[in-house]
């Protein structure tokens, strides 16, 4: 009797696991696909906020039901490791890389940039094409996407605050900082180019120009 009494307990704990796991799994599940759908939202929202970017001269707050959230922006690029073929990841992964590690209004500012070049004369209407330009041949805009070095990302925190200030960016949520700069470039170096140009702002480390007439080069 005492027999039967002892596995019937071990059968019950056994299936009480079964059931823990189950559940587990099943929670598991629906929070990635909860996850999936919130990367899905933040790309298409992020498409339409870049085309109208490329409008210029609108103004207009972007409604709260076209904004990105902070949670939809989050689920874009969870390991920092995607393909560059949306503007989250693009814009996110240029700021990440430009900076490495600088301050945040100085990610705000490369930000800038990106959103003031898309669809601007003489540059792209994409975020993504805006941060690869020029890597068809010698002399990428942005020096990160041809150096040869890996892209992933290594700092998840700077890497999450990088996407935050992306969707600031894509919502139109930012002022822009550069004053109009279609360029920049690091303290540490003096590029032939600048002198032709106006200077519109600087941080710690970067200035920031754009060119006289306002036409790209």
């Known amino acids: 009797m005492r027999f ?31 996850l999936e759908q919130k990367q899905e939202t933040a790309e298409d929202k992020a498409q339409v ?3 109208k970017a490329v409008e210029k001269g609108s103004e207009i707050p972007v409604p709260k039901s076209e904004a990105i959230s902070a949670s939809e922006a989050q689920a874009v690029d969870p ?9 989250i990841t693009c814009l996110a992964r240029s700021i990440y890389w430009e900076i490495k590690g600088g301050a ?7 930000a800038n940039v990106v959103m003031n070049r898309l669809g601007h004369e003489g540059f792209p209407d994409t975020v993504c094409a805006v941060v690869k330009q020029g890597s ?32 600031k960016a894509l919502n139109q949520q930012l002022r ?38 306002g036409a790209a080069r």
């Open 104 to 110: 945040v209004v100085e990610m705000e500012a490369v």
């Open 79 to 87: 390991a920092g490791a995607a393909p560059l073929d949306d503007a």
């Open 136 to 167: 068809e041949k010698p002399g990428c805009q942005f020096s990160w996407w041809c150096d040869g070095r890996a892209d992933q990302v290594k700092e998840d925190d700077r890497y999450a605050l990088a996407k935050e200030v992306a969707r």
């Open 49 to 51: 906020l870049e085309q």
């Open 176 to 213: 822009d900082r550069t004053h109009g700069a279609l360029y920049f470039h690091d303290r540490t170096v003096k590029p032939a180019w600048a002198k032709e140009y106006i200077k519109t702002a600087e941080t710690r480390n970067f200035l920031f120009y754009r060119p006289r007439g």
């Open 4 to 34: 039967i009494w002892v596995a019937a307990c071990f059968a019950i704990i056994l299936l009480y696991l079964a059931i823990d796991q189950e559940q587990k799994k099943g929670a598991a599940e629906d929070q990635a696909q909860v």
